[in-house]
């Protein structure tokens, strides 16, 4: 028997129609055809354009029958539709009246947004054709990828130690030895697994891959005439399609099964993926901007405006993304679902966050509606969710951001304390609340050290190297006279700005590094390392780095060798963090012996035993982690013991004694040279005076008690 | 340029040779023989692609669509593929359910 709710019922010219179903949003298969849906609150009719791949002209128009319309929602089944080769898009027609906030104009042909693949951009930097009618062409994708038994892998928040990383950046110097055609892509990534794996990372973040125009704001370099580009990709043309320029296979519109099969070996090497997602502002700018998608369809459903009509700009990107609009809390939901379900994604750290806290008018809410609905939706359950806890409008929320229980926050605390420390002009205080997963932020709201992702870089503002070797910022290839860019750089240059050969500064520089790095791999919370600071990777003292497809942004594998002891050093570190559970707590410190070891969990130190200098002056800090307490007590673990010098000389610190049969191994000191600088688990040599040591000027060492 | 395609069975093993170029146009057809395959209940999938001057996406879609038709327990063998197809088949993943060799040998 033949169904019969498949056949039919309308025709136009020689397209065959049926009344569609409402939900879901986007372009659907369904038996024969395919459903289109998509909704405006204040369109007056709807036309469906269709497209072969990359025509110049549409081969067919077909305006929604009035009676195909439920509520604000158009939808249509098209039967018979070549869908391999097909791109659509759609007419509005509607008010258009710029201080009532309505755009609508027919001439313009408008992407859905749920498209779940976008054309248009195919090849990364290949020049548009500017006279192109419709420049971003929403396109059908297919679910039929085979994941086997993959599933997102679930780690527990306080064990991740994430790797930020651009897709681009990543592969695209020749010096990454991977095949020329994989280079800046996601198979790119693919092949550079086993490295990822032997580094001891367990999840990279991905700076955005959501569709995006690298032509945006494209101009020419004053200093050099080379194209500077929207290359960071900060600016969403679709939230549900990948960035095909990212794709080996774009060309073949093949990005969602690349992306796909990456996640698939991500996982199963044990190694999670976050996503960073731009909800706050898209790609369609302010009132001089373009005309992609949402402006034409519903520009005052979708972007906060003001009395006069104009864009309100929190993002400091030119609209804002009415986040808590319900209409556009659904889209963003139904964005972060569909990454979830149907590519495995494990985590989401969303750009300034905080936006997605304020109302229509962009005061910040004290419960706010988006936040909550992510916080507590059944698909995202296990998803992590990480605020970039502040926006460009102001607000700044590290350690009190709305969280639910659910969000961690990007610390940019932690990232200023251990700037600030490790160059001497820190306090112990402030130093002792990052190590221990800011409680003073976190604990009194009973919000996990997890809650915490400690970085000291991220791909905004310097990388490790730069942050030793440049006092200022040094943006002029940006084009913007230096005046874009962070000017809180807490760096400091050991004493000539930039490269030098003067080896005793390019020695203090690598110890810097190191003292960093260990700390951030010592602290409670999660850590992030921002690609290539492993190698000391350098931008030149360029702290903004957005627009530049070339040696400032990729990754020069070539450092590798040149900085092995930064790398390997690094390695050490992660293995150390990963084989110690004490280091990875679920829960605050309590400052007692609460498992009768008769030690508390953490104790505090200086050169004295038992005796931290508290002082605002002191340049000295030494912890004990006792491993009976490790996990809350509930596994066992080493003693550690983690001593800082950030003064300019060397100091004797004592050591506090063992519990009898123990002895301290040392794991790292940062004031060793290379390749006694750390050790392998388990190789750690017993220390010879056990009863103390001198730790080197601007040193940080490392026991293990066992 | 059209496609030529043509299965064999022979001993629980499904041979199908293809030539020209696979694309949207004509990878229903590829599908239909794979579906014959299964149908036929083979062991062994082998598909002999020296021929095939281009893929398109659609094709790479029957290749996953193969996989999952025949079953994790039959082996899906691609012998000969040209270059830029193989290419293709890396990158999306692909090549880690399939099996690929320059020359079939029973």
């Known amino acids: 028997m033949q169904r019969i709710d498949i056949h039919p019922t309308h025709t136009h010219g020689n397209f065959k129609l049926r009344r569609g179903n409402p939900s879901p949003f986007g372009a659907t298969f369904v038996p024969g055809g395919v459903n289109f849906s998509i909704f405006s609150s204040y369109a007056t009719s709807c036309t469906l354009v269709l497209f072969e791949k990359h025509a110049p002209k549409p081969f067919g128009e077909i305006p929604f029958p009035d009676e195909f319309r439920i509520g604000n929602v158009y939808s249509m089944i098209v039967f018979d539709l070549d869908y391999e080769n097909l791109e659509y898009g759609y007419r509005m027609d509607g008010p258009n009246n710029f201080?009532?906030?309505?755009?609508?104009?027919?001439?313009?042909?408008?992407?859905?947004?749920?498209?779940?693949?976008?054309?248009?951009?195919?090849?990364?930097?290949?020049?548009?054709?500017?006279?192109?009618?419709?420049?971003?062409?929403?396109?059908?994708?297919?679910?039929?990828?085979?994941?086997?038994?993959?599933?997102?892998?679930?780690?527990?928040?306080?064990?991740?130690?994430?790797?930020?990383?651009?897709?681009?950046?990543?592969?695209?110097?020749?010096?990454?030895?991977?095949?020329?055609?994989?280079?800046?892509?996601?198979?790119?990534?693919?092949?550079?697994?086993?490295?990822?794996?032997?580094?001891?990372?367990?999840?990279?973040?991905?700076?955005?891959?959501?569709?995006?125009?690298?032509?945006?704001?494209?101009?020419?370099?004053?200093?050099?005439?080379?194209?500077?580009?929207?290359?960071?990709?900060?600016?969403?043309?679709?939230?549900?399609?990948?960035?095909?320029?990212?794709?080996?296979t774009g060309r073949f519109g093949m990005q969602v099964d690349e992306i796909k099969a990456l996640v698939k070996e991500l996982h199963k090497n044990d190694i999670e993926i976050i996503l960073d997602v731009v909800f706050n502002h898209t790609a369609e700018g302010n009132e001089r901007g373009p005309t992609i998608s949402f402006r034409g369809i519903d520009n005052k459903t979708y972007y906060m405006l003001t009395p006069e009509g104009y864009y309100y700009n929190f993002s400091g990107c030119g609209n804002t993304l009415n986040c808590n609009n319900p209409i556009v809390r659904g889209i963003v939901l139904d964005c972060l679902r569909y990454w979830a379900s149907e590519y495995h994604i494990d985590g989401f750290r969303f750009d300034l966050a905080s936006i997605l806290g304020r109302d229509p008018w962009g005061a910040p809410l004290a419960n706010p509606p988006l936040l909550e609905t992510l916080a507590f939706d059944p698909i995202l359950a296990k998803c992590k969710l990480i605020a970039e806890a502040w926006d460009a409008g102001g607000l700044y929320q590290v350690g009190s951001f709305p969280a639910y229980g659910r969000w961690g926050e990007w610390n940019g605390k932690y990232r200023d304390s251990i700037r600030k420390f490790i160059k001497g002009d820190g306090t112990v205080g402030d130093m002792a609340q990052r190590l221990q997963g800011s409680p003073d932020l976190y604990a009194p709201a009973g919000r996990a050290p997890a809650t915490s992702i400690n970085f000291i870089t991220a791909h905004d503002g310097f990388t490790l190297m730069d942050t030793v070797s440049y006092d200022g910022k040094h943006n002029e290839a940006n084009g913007e006279n230096n005046n874009d860019g962070s000017n809180d750089n807490d760096s400091w240059n050991c004493g000539w700005e930039g490269e030098t050969d003067n080896p005793h500064i390019n020695a203090l520089r690598h110890r810097q590094i190191k003292n960093a790095i260990a700390l951030l791999l010592v602290s409670q919370g999660v850590p992030m390392i921002l690609m290539g600071d492993e190698m000391g990777r350098t931008k030149y003292g360029n702290n903004n780095t957005y627009c530049h497809d070339n040696d400032l942004n990729w990754l020069n594998w070539d450092l590798l060798k040149k900085n092995n002891d930064l790398f390997q050093f690094t390695k050490n570190c992660i293995a150390f963090r990963k084989v110690h559970p004490v280091l990875r707590n679920t829960w605050h410190f309590q400052n007692r012996d609460y498992v009768g070891s008769g030690y508390a969990d953490i104790t505090w130190h200086g050169t004295k035993a038992w005796g931290a200098d508290w002082s605002t002056i002191s340049k000295t800090l030494a912890f004990m982690l006792c491993g009976k307490h490790a996990k809350g007590g509930t596994v066992e673990d080493n003693y550690i013991y983690v001593a800082m010098n950030v003064y300019w000389e060397s100091l004797w610190f004592e050591l506090p004694q063992l519990p009898p049969s123990l002895k301290w191994h040392v794991f790292a000191n940062t004031g060793a040279p290379f390749p006694e600088d750390s050790w392998t688990v388990g190789s750690e040599p017993v220390l010879g005076d056990q009863s103390g040591l001198l730790l080197g000027d601007r040193s940080i060492v490392i026991l293990v008690g066992k | 340029m059209s496609l030529d395609i043509s299965l064999v069975i022979e001993n629980d093993v499904a041979k199908i040779t293809l030539a020209g170029e696979l694309d949207g146009s004509n990878a229903s057809d590829f599908k239909a023989k794979i579906e014959e395959a299964a149908a036929a209940d083979a062991k062994k999938?082998?598909?002999?692609?020296?021929?095939?001057?281009?893929?398109?996406?659609?094709?790479?879609?029957?290749?996953?669509?193969?996989?999952q038709k025949m079953g994790a327990g039959v082996d899906v063998y691609v012998i000969g593929a040209q270059e830029m197809i193989l290419e293709t088949i890396e990158k999306t993943g692909l090549n880690h359910s399939l099996i690929i060799q320059d020359e079939y040998h029973d």
């Open chain 2, 45 to 67: 999938l082998v598909l002999f692609m020296s021929e095939l001057e281009f893929m398109a996406s659609a094709g790479l879609r029957v290749f996953v669509f193969s996989k």
């Open chain 1, 99 to 248: 201080q009532e906030g309505h755009w609508f104009d027919q001439n313009k042909i408008l992407l859905d947004p749920y498209a779940k693949i976008i054309g248009g951009r195919d090849a990364w930097g290949v020049t548009p054709d500017w006279d192109d009618i419709y420049h971003h062409r929403a396109r059908l994708a297919f679910d039929d990828f085979d994941w086997e038994d993959d599933r997102p892998l679930e780690i527990p928040p306080e064990d991740q130690i994430i790797y930020e990383m651009h897709v681009r950046s990543f592969t695209k110097h020749h010096s990454s030895g991977i095949k020329e055609s994989h280079r800046g892509t996601f198979a790119g990534i693919r092949d550079k697994i086993p490295y990822l794996k032997e580094l001891g990372v367990n999840a990279i973040e991905l700076m955005p891959i959501f569709e995006f125009d690298e032509f945006e704001n494209s101009r020419p370099n004053p200093q050099t005439g080379e194209t500077l580009y929207n290359y960071w990709g900060y600016s969403t043309v679709g939230f549900f399609a990948p960035k095909a320029g990212y794709a080996a």
